[in-house]
């Protein structure tokens, strides 16, 4: 484990987020958590790093970060991707059964900065990390009580939200799911790699909800 380059992505997704949520209230909540870590080096939780699946395409997205404000993230998770632990979520932050479609469960990673477990750093009830899908991936509609934060890191991508018209969202920009509403993600060629957290109510099951569209996507 290399905690120096931990520490590194760490501070730069802090850095990202600040910059892409800025003054908007609606990302306070999350904000005001991730300003009070600093992310010390001699802090950070003994957990096992690596990736499971899917490394190389992982690597792509990062080099797709694009040259902008989100360089300095780029650089850090260049560095060290490995050293975090990148897991595929075959269903686990839905209820039992639910559909969440086999290409989602074929194409996606995630890697905690922030959790209650399998992390550099402990918080019982707040999330922060990383998210990819591979290309032509759809992420099916569903919802959650947990107020949530997405900074894509690629793009553009698309988003609906409550089942109403796509929009394609850019690398950069912030987007808040409040508890409960209904959204969706669908990536294009571009490989989708973005930051995410939770603020609160990490433990509640997330919701598949139906749309008759999913097939023609």
Request: proline share 6%.
């Amino acid at each position: 484990m290399n905690r120096s380059s931990i520490q590194k992505i760490c501070l730069e997704a802090k850095s990202a987020l600040q910059l892409a949520c800025g003054d908007n209230p609606v990302f306070y909540d999350a904000l005001n958590f991730i300003n009070t870590q600093n992310f010390s080096g001699e802090t950070i939780n003994e957990f096992t790093c690596g990736v499971t699946q899917h490394e190389n395409l992982l690597c792509s997205a990062i080099s797709k970060i694009p040259y902008t404000p989100l360089f300095p993230l780029k650089s850090a998770l260049m560095a060290g991707y490995n050293q975090l632990q990148w897991r595929v979520d075959e269903g686990g932050f839905y209820a039992k059964g639910a559909d969440v479609g086999d290409g989602y469960r074929r194409g996606n990673l995630h890697a905690l900065l922030v959790g209650p477990e399998d992390c550099p750093f402990v918080a019982n009830d707040f999330l922060l990390g990383f998210f990819f899908l591979s290309p032509h991936t759809l992420y099916r509609d569903h919802k959650h009580l947990a107020p949530e934060i997405y900074i894509p890191l690629t793009g553009p991508s698309g988003w609906r939200f409550d089942q109403g018209a796509w929009e394609d969202r850019p690398a950069g920009s912030a987007i808040y799911n409040p508890p409960n509403i209904v959204h969706a993600t669908r990536v294009y060629e571009t490989l989708f790699l973005a930051l995410f957290g939770w603020s609160q109510d990490i433990g509640s099951a997330c919701e598949v909800v139906f749309a008759g569209d999913w097939e023609n996507i």
